[in-house]
Each structure stands twice: as C-alpha cells, then as structure tokens.
T-cell receptor, first 111, second 115 residues
Framework: QKEVEQDPGPLSVPEGAIVSLNCTYSNSAFQYFMWYRQYSRKGPELLMYTYSSGNKEDGRFTAQVDKSSKYISLFIRDSQPSDSATYLCASTSGGYQKVTFGTGTKLQVIP | GAGVSQSPSNKVTEKGKDVELRCDPISGHTALYWYRQSLGQGLEFLIYFQGNSAPDKSGLPSDRFSAERTGGSVSTLTIQRTQQEDSAVYLC?????????????FGPGTRLTVL
C-alpha cells in the first residue's frame, strides 16, 4: 500500500463547475499536507499547504485535511480552462523529511 | 530570480550507456531533492542532499544510480548501464528552511528515453 493514495482520473468538468480532488494517507507522522499543480511538460508548483487538520482557503482554492480519517481534499470553485493540469497531493512529517506524493489526478476543464 | 534549472531537457540514449543529468538549484537553497516521475506512478523520491552530503538516499532504485552535489550547489544524477525501465522524467527540487515546512521548488525535469 502506498503511503499516499490518489485517484488518477482523468476528471473532466465543464467550465464553472466545482471540482473536488481527494487523497488518503496512511502515515500518522504526516503533519504537513500539500497540493501541487503540474502542467504538461513542466515541474510541479506548490498551490497551497496545510498544517495538521483544518481548512485553508486561497482565492478559488480550498484545502481540507481530516487527520482522524486521514483524508485530504482540494476544492476548486468556478473552475477555469486554465485549471486543466495534473494535481498532486503530498505529505511530510515536516522539516527536511522527504515528501511523499500521490500519483496525481489529471483534470480537464472544458470551456 | 532564477528558478531551478535542469539539463538536458531531453535525453535519448541506448540501453547499456551511462547518462548524467544536471540540476542547478535556486541560489542559497541548502536542500536538494531528486525525484523520478513515470507514467501513472507519481513522483518517486530518489535522494536528498543537505549541503554536499546525502542524509537520505533510500529511494535510489539500484547501485546503477548515484548522485553527487558539489559546492552546496550543482548536483549530478548518474545512471550507469541504463535499462529501458529507467525511462522517465527526472525532476530536481530545492528548498530552504521556512519555519517547520520546507517548500520545494521544482525544475522542469529531464525526460530520459532509453531505447
């Protein structure tokens, strides 16, 4: 079993839809939870990160972590064609500990 | 400022040949990471450098893989006697300490194809 599990999709939604992306993890030592966005033939870029349980909002993006169920979510409101990319969830115990990534979910937002 | 750069961007090689992949981290970043990304496999951790030393090389898949970092800056990942299963995108990331969380900044990757 991988430490971070993510549905690979692909996920196809119409422009303006609310998108929900989800991951589960198994390592109880994980304290930081990140979402990266990766465009085709580019390196991943950090969207946002959350420490421990709770919600974090940044514009159209909301990240949620539920440590009791080991569940990580990313919501995208009013999705745009420019949001079409692969979204990777990731976790780490912090500091310089290695980051463990999910396999990524490919999202396509159709105009 | 300049981000993480990697070279070459693409590399095609024949099975059995050695290859060297280069990473130039963001200036001042003390930590450097190598990952491998295969289709449908996500990012697979290979090795982590703090300065010039590698406290965690647990992800290197075999002794054909090695990496070094010099001057606390540039890093080279070497794959000896390449095999077809080594075909993947090799990503490098660097980070500096930001509180208790270290955001990793990724380069564009080197796409390796072993024929």
């Amino acid at each position: 079993q991988k430490e971070v599990e993510q549905d690979p999709g692909p996920l196809s939604v119409p422009e303006g839809a609310i998108v929900s992306l989800n991951c589960t993890y198994s390592n109880s030592a994980f304290q930081y939870f990140m979402w990266y966005r990766q465009y085709s033939r580019k390196g991943p870029e950090l969207l946002m990160y959350t420490y421990s349980s709770g919600n974090k909002e940044d514009g159209r993006f909301t990240a949620q972590v539920d440590k009791s169920s080991k569940y990580i979510s990313l919501f995208i409101r009013d999705s745009q064609p420019s949001d079409s990319a692969t979204y990777l969830c990731a976790s780490t115990s912090g500091g310089y500990q290695k980051v463990t990534f999910g396999t990524g979910t490919k999202l396509q937002v159709i105009p | 400022g300049a981000g993480v750069s990697q070279s070459p961007s693409n590399k095609v090689t024949e099975k059995g040949k050695d290859v060297e992949l280069r990473c130039d981290p963001i200036s001042g970043h003390t930590a450097l990471y190598w990952y491998r990304q295969s289709l449908g496999q996500g990012l697979e951790f290979l090795i982590y450098f703090q300065g010039n030393s590698a406290p965690d090389k647990s992800g290197l898949p075999s002794d054909r893989f090695s990496a070094e970092r010099t001057g606390g800056s540039v890093s080279t990942l070497t794959i000896q006697r390449t095999q077809q299963e080594d075909s993947a995108v090799y990503l490098c990331a660097s980070s500096s300490r930001m509180g208790s969380y270290n955001e990793q900044f990724f380069g564009p990757g080197t796409r390796l194809t072993v024929l």
